[in-house]
């Protein structure tokens, strides 16, 4: 069974850091890529990063470029995203996503992505 648990969210500040953490079970390391996604309330859900199986591609969404790094550790099994000079408009659900594939290929879809993860809330005040 596979299960990808989210952790690492919380209330901070504008300005502050966090860093999330994606723990996945049920999939081999690096058999797998991995995405965050993002829902705010009444909007639909966007990309925000992604990497590949190996964590040798990365890809990122305008809005987070410069500000969030996309992590992996293939022997923990676990993706991070961490997160600086966070802005009140980065407050949302943040879910993680994996897509069993051998290919590097970037996906940016969340219809690409078959397993998610339940999503931890990310708060950030002005």
């Known amino acids: 069974q596979v299960q990808l648990v989210e952790s690492g969210g919380g209330l901070v500040q504008a300005g502050a850091s966090l860093r999330l953490s994606c723990a996945v079970s049920?999939?081999?390391?690096?058999?797998?890529?991995t995405g965050w996604f993002r829902q705010a309330p009444g909007k639909e859900r966007e990309f925000v990063a992604f990497?590949?199986?190996?964590?040798?591609?990365?890809y990122y969404a305008d809005s987070v470029q410069g500000r969030f790094t996309i992590s992996r550790d293939n022997a923990k099994n676990t993706v991070y995203l961490q997160m600086n000079s966070l802005k009140p408009e980065d407050t949302a659900v943040y879910y993680c996503?994996?897509?069993?594939?051998?290919?590097?290929?970037?996906?940016?879809?969340?219809?690409?992505?078959?397993?998610w993860g339940q999503g931890t809330q990310v708060t950030v005040s002005p």
């Open positions: 990497i590949s199986s190996s964590g040798g591609t990365t």
């Open positions: 049920g999939l081999t390391s690096r058999s797998y890529n």
């Open positions: 996503a994996a897509k069993r594939s051998p290919f590097v290929r970037v996906l940016r879809y969340a219809s690409e992505y078959t397993y």
